[in-house]
């Protein structure tokens, strides 16, 4: 039974490009959340989505990122432009139902921006 | 509104010697609490959940956590430290009312070094 996958595992990026970070959850899991580890920090929340449906987005920041969770496919975490700060490890964690407090956390995308 | 505190980002024992990691809580609602493990570039790894009943908690690898509301703690504890042992470790906590956000607050983190 795989767990939360995630490509790529890293990515490198020059100032101003796109960054596609995508996650397919456990089998079975129709909740998705992502997470964002600065250096040296905990993670934080950035967004919590079921298929089709973003439910909280409170940690995301205002501008560039964006984030879906399609009927079809693998959830996607997109920064567009994206600068020196957005480098950091991206983690994606999938659950069951909305009452699991469970969360099961794929390997990351360690994006650096050059 | 939840947050959780680490007391020690780094932490060294000797082999053998007994771990204990401390997290407290800030919490509105009763919480649940999470101890997960993370190795270096590697995602993070459930070790145990304090949902309801029972206080003391056991987990994987030996470990344990007990949940005391009156002190808002829930400090990680291993008798014995074994070398495996060394990773970072984070607290967490999310909320339990219905309808609440579901996501993990985490604290930032404690890495612990086992000395031969």
């Known amino acids: 039974n795989a767990g939360v996958m995630q490509n790529p595992r890293h990515l490198v990026r020059r100032r101003g490009q796109e960054a596609r970070l995508r996650c397919s959850p456990m089998?079975?899991?129709?909740?998705v959340y992502w997470y964002r580890q600065l250096p040296e920090e905990g993670l934080k929340f950035m967004v919590y989505l079921q298929k089709e449906n973003i439910i909280d987005e409170s940690g995301m920041p205002k501008e560039r990122f964006s984030a879906e969770f399609p009927k079809e496919g693998p959830s996607i975490l997109r920064i567009q432009q994206v600068v020196r700060g957005d480098s950091a490890a991206y983690f994606c964690a999938s659950s069951p139902t909305d009452s699991s407090y469970e969360q099961y956390f794929g390997p990351g995308t360690r994006l650096t921006v050059t | 509104a939840q947050s959780v505190t680490q007391l020690g980002s780094h932490v060294s024992v000797s082999e053998g010697a007994l771990v204990l990691l401390r997290c407290n809580y800030s919490s509105s609602v009763p919480p649940y609490l999470f101890w997960y493990v993370q190795y270096p570039n590697q995602g993070l790894q459930l070790l145990l959940k304090?949902?309801?009943?029972?206080?003391l908690v056991k987990g994987i690898n030996g470990f344990e956590a007990e949940f005391k509301k009156s002190e808002t703690s829930f400090h990680l504890t291993k008798p014995s430290a074994h070398m495996s042992d060394a990773a970072e470790y984070f607290c967490a906590v999310s909320a339990t009312l219905a309808g609440s956000a579901r996501q993990l607050t985490f604290g930032s983190g404690t890495q612990l070094t086992v000395l031969p």
């Open positions: 304090y949902t309801t009943g029972a206080t």
């Open positions: 089998k079975g899991h129709s909740h």
